[in-house]
């Protein structure tokens, strides 16, 4: 599993990292992006949940 976070659509709510912080952190822009290229097995329920609770769907997970 990858995760990407499209920055057009992150409005910096700070959710998805609070949930998964092994899995997303903050770029230089204040936005959140996946600091993992594929999302380890331990991370992927985490992972799966910030996509779910992102409120602009910015998370686009494949
Ligand atoms: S949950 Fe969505 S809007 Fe909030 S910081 Fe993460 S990607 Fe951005």
Redesign the pocket.
Same mark, same amino acid.
């Given at each position: 599993m990858k995760v990407s976070?499209d920055p057009e659509? @992150? !409005?910096?709510?700070?959710? @998805? !990292?609070s949930l998964c912080p092994d899995v997303?952190d903050w770029n230089d822009d204040d936005?959140?992006y996946a600091i993992v290229d594929a999302v380890p097995a331990d991370q992927q329920e985490c992972a799966h949940e910030?996509v779910e609770?992102?409120?602009?769907e910015?998370?686009r997970a494949e």
């Open positions: 976070v659509r @992150c !409005i910096s709510c700070g959710l @998805c !990292i997303f936005k959140a910030a609770s992102c409120p602009t910015a998370i």
